[in-house]
Structure formats: structure tokens, C-alpha cells
């Protein structure tokens, strides 16, 4: 079973501060990691998708991935009122050669709540 | 926006109906989703269509029948459904399959209340 944990929260972070979201999976082959946002009532949004160790940044995101330890993470600094949602964790697993009737999959985290207060 | 388009947004169906749900996608991905989500829970996946054809069911109930008429539309013909399946359900889209970092897009998702 490809399982994907994220800190339930919910986390509650005052405006300005880092917010710090993490996750880990189970499968050591995983190649492809992404963070979704999602607000009450609307689809996932992507935020960020990283795939080497080490850390990607875009604007205030900050992506890390460490594939020995399972772990990948996201900050986001100098949180906004806007930034509260529930922000998803999610691994690609990818079964087999495509050629021989493999396929991948998205497998998401149960999500952590974020408020950010003003 | 996204460029995964879904239709209805919303949808009101008895249990004995049989209706549809529609997605389009005009990003030139070869690969499509079906998603199911209750609230306050993740999405689950519930088929993959790669190249138009179906590779993943995820043990789905046939009450949901999938169809891909070509690679830019993806179907959901629902039948004889229960109220526990009222979720909000994502189409979904990626370039492909078998590449590091496929992304996945998702439309804004098709509100469904069985009644």
C-alpha cells in the first residue's frame, strides 16, 4: 500500500511568520513530489512540484526533498490571510513500464489545515 | 485558470438516473483522471485513461462508467447511484505517463448530490 502522512493540524501561524508543512511516503521509488492547495469549495491548486533532493524556490514557497529520509516539505514565508487552506501532499508512483501496461498514479496525503491569523 | 474544463458544476440526481459528467482539456496531454472527493477528505483517484485508453480502475463500482472519446474529452456516465456517492469529483490532466515530474492538473470539479 503506497501511503503518503502528513501532519493532520491544524496549524495556525501569525501573519509574516514561516509556515512549515511536511510530509513523508513510503515508497523509496518515488520520483515525483507536489504540493496542491486547496481552498474550502474548490479544486486542488498546484503550488509547487519538486523531483531532486535539496530545495526548489518560487516567490515565498520553498519546496525541500530528501529522498533518503522520505521527507519532503514546504515553507512558506511571510504567510499571508490569503495562504489559509488546506495545503495537500502528494507522491507520483509510478508501477511498471509503460510499455508493458504500467501505470502511474497521484497519491495524496490527508492534508493539513492552515490558517493564517491577521 | 485552468485549462481543464468540467461540466456541470453542479448536479442533482435521483437515485434511478443516469447521467453524465464532462471534462475537456485543450493542453495536448495524453493522459486524463478521474478523482473522487468527499469532504474533508483527499482526492482518490478513481481511473487513469493514458493514450485513450483505460490503465488504471481503481476497483471502482461499474454504477461509474468511464469513457474517452479522444484525447481531449473524458467522460463519467453515472447510473443507479447512492447517496454516499455525493462528492465532488476532479477531471484531471498530464502531459503523460512514465516521466519524472508529470504534473497533474485539475479542473475546478463537478459538485454531485445524489438524492
Known amino acids: 500500500q503506497k501511503e503518503v502522512e502528513q501532519n493532520s493540524g491544524p496549524l495556525s501561524v501569525p501573519e509574516g511568520a514561516i509556515a512549515s508543512l511536511n510530509c513523508t511516503y513510503s515508497d523509496q521509488g518515488s520520483q515525483s513530489f507536489f504540493w496542491y492547495r486547496q481552498y474550502s469549495g474548490k479544486s486542488p491548486e498546484l503550488i509547487m512540484f519538486i523531483y531532486s533532493n535539496g530545495d526548489k524556490e518560487d516567490g515565498r514557497f520553498t519546496a525541500q526533498l530528501n529522498k533518503a529520509s522520505q521527507y519532503v516539505s514546504l515553507l512558506i514565508r511571510d504567510s499571508q490571510p490569503s495562504d489559509s487552506a488546506t495545503y495537500l501532499c502528494?507522491?507520483?508512483?509510478?508501477?511498471?513500464?509503460?510499455?508493458?501496461?504500467?501505470?502511474?498514479?497521484?497519491?495524496f496525503g490527508k492534508g493539513t489545515k492552515l490558517t493564517v491569523n491577521p | 485558470d485552468t485549462e481543464v474544463t468540467q461540466t456541470p458544476k453542479h448536479l442533482v440526481m435521483g437515485m434511478t438516473n443516469k447521467k453524465s459528467l464532462k471534462c475537456e482539456q485543450h493542453?495536448?496531454?495524453?493522459?486524463m483522471y478521474w478523482y473522487k472527493q468527499k469532504a474533508k477528505k483527499p482526492p482518490e483517484l478513481m481511473f487513469v485513461y493514458s493514450y485513450e485508453k483505460l490503465s488504471i480502475n481503481e476497483s471502482v463500482p461499474s454504477r461509474f462508467s468511464p469513457e474517452c472519446p479522444n484525447s481531449s474529452l473524458l467522460n463519467l456516465h453515472l447510473h443507479a447511484l447512492q447517496p454516499e456517492d455525493s462528492a465532488l469529483y476532479l477531471c484531471a490532466s498530464s502531459q503523460g505517463q512514465g516521466s519524472t515530474g508529470n504534473t497533474i492538473y485539475f479542473g475546478e470539479g463537478s459538485w454531485l448530490t445524489v438524492v
Open positions: 493542453m495536448g496531454h495524453r493522459a
Open positions: 502528494a507522491v507520483n508512483y509510478f508501477g511498471g513500464r509503460i510499455s508493458q501496461g504500467g501505470s502511474e498514479k497521484l497519491v
